[in-house]
Nanobody, 121 residues
């Protein structure tokens, strides 16, 4: 059984910073792509940032230059450094990972339970 556990959310003033972490645990052979999504109140879930196994990254236009995604493959952990936070960044943030547990190269999708980020104006 694989679990993704996020941490690091909270309440911050506009302009402040937070660092989210998401650790994967369980019977893991390897982890492919990892992503952060967010779901603002009353809106649909949206993709925030992606990092491949090799470290290539991609960001939503709304967070480019402010957020940085990174990963520590030895710790099976993905991070999201969020700087210059704005009230519109308020959302529940979810991590996502493609994880192989049985056959090399066969990946299944896993989600964390989410962590709340609230940015006060």
């Amino acid at each position: 059984q694989v679990q993704l556990v996020e941490s690091g959310g909270g309440l911050v003033q506009a302009g402040g910073s937070l660092r989210l972490s998401c650790a994967a645990s369980g019977s893991i052979l390897s982890i492919n792509t990892m992503r952060w999504y967010r779901q603002p109140p009353g809106k649909q879930r949206e993709l925030v940032a992606t990092i491949t196994k090799g470290g290539s990254t991609n960001y939503a236009d709304s967070v480019k230059g402010r957020f940085t995604i990174s990963r520590d493959n030895a710790k099976n952990t993905v991070y999201l450094q969020m700087n210059s936070l704005k009230p519109e960044d308020t959302a529940k943030y979810y991590c996502y990972a493609e994880i192989s547990t049985t056959l090399p190269g066969k990946y299944d999708s896993y989600w964390g339970q989410g962590t709340q980020v609230t940015v006060a104006s």
